[in-house]
């Protein structure tokens, strides 16, 4: 069982739609939570960060964490064409005192937004 | 704004070759890793490095090296390219236990 398991899709909807993605974990000791976005042939960008568990909002996109659930969820309101991409969970442990933590990525679930 | 430049975008080799991908991050973040991407297989950590010198294997280190001689250039050897090397690799640098900036990454086709 990966520790990070994510729906590949494909998805697509129209314009306007609300979109909602979702990764669910197996590692309860997963503290940091991101959604990145990665358009074709370019590397992934940093989208959202949290660290704890409820809602955070910028502008059309709000992630949601359930650290009791080990759920994280990605919502995208109003949705454009420009919103098409590959949208990737990940997360990484409390390193403490240590200097390193490496993220685990879910699969990424592709998103289509067509007009 | 954080930026991690990968040398090459593209890149057609021989099996057998021998293969070097750099990497440079200009935000003196201490951590750098190496993903490789591939199709139903998401990201998955090649090796990584939390400081010169330094480097740990990931979960695929098979067929791979690292160096990281200087603080912000880490690189990627393969060492004989083979078929199944053929993918999207992406570079990434962090500071400690926080999000990954990642560059634009290089899609390498071995013949």
């Known amino acids: 069982q990966k520790e990070v398991e994510q729906d590949p899709g494909p998805l697509s909807v129209p314009e306007g739609a609300i979109v909602s993605l979702n990764c669910t974990y197996s590692?309860?000791?997963?503290?940091?939570f991101m959604w990145y976005r990665q358009y074709s042939r370019k590397g992934p960008e940093l989208l959202m960060y949290t660290y704890s568990s409820g809602n955070k909002e910028d502008g059309r996109f709000t992630a949601q964490v359930d650290k009791s659930s080990k759920y994280i969820s990605l919502f995208i309101r109003d949705s454009q064409p420009s919103d098409s991409a590959t949208y990737l969970c990940a997360m990484n442990l409390y390193a403490g005192g240590t200097s390193y933590g490496k993220l685990t990525f879910g699969q990424g679930t592709i998103l289509t937004v067509h007009p | 704004d954080v930026k991690v430049t990968q040398s090459s975008r593209y890149l057609v080799k021989r099996t057998g070759e021998k293969v070097f991908l750099e990497c440079v991050q200009d935000m003196d973040h201490e951590n750098m890793f190496w993903y490789r991407q591939d199709p139903g297989l998401g990201l998955r950590l090649i090796y990584f490095?939390?400081?010169?010198?330094?480097?740990e294997k990931g979960d695929i280190p098979e067929g791979y090296s690292v160096s990281r001689e200087k603080k912000e250039r880490f690189s990627l050897i393969l060492e004989s390219a083979s078929t199944n090397q053929t993918s999207m690799y992406l570079c990434?640098?962090?500071?400690?236990?926080?999000?990954?900036?990642f560059g634009e990454g290089s899609r390498l086709t071995v013949l």
């Open positions: 590692n309860s000791a997963f503290q940091y």
């Open positions: 490095s939390y400081d010169v010198k330094m480097k």
């Open positions: 990434a640098s962090s500071p400690p236990a926080r999000e990954l900036f």
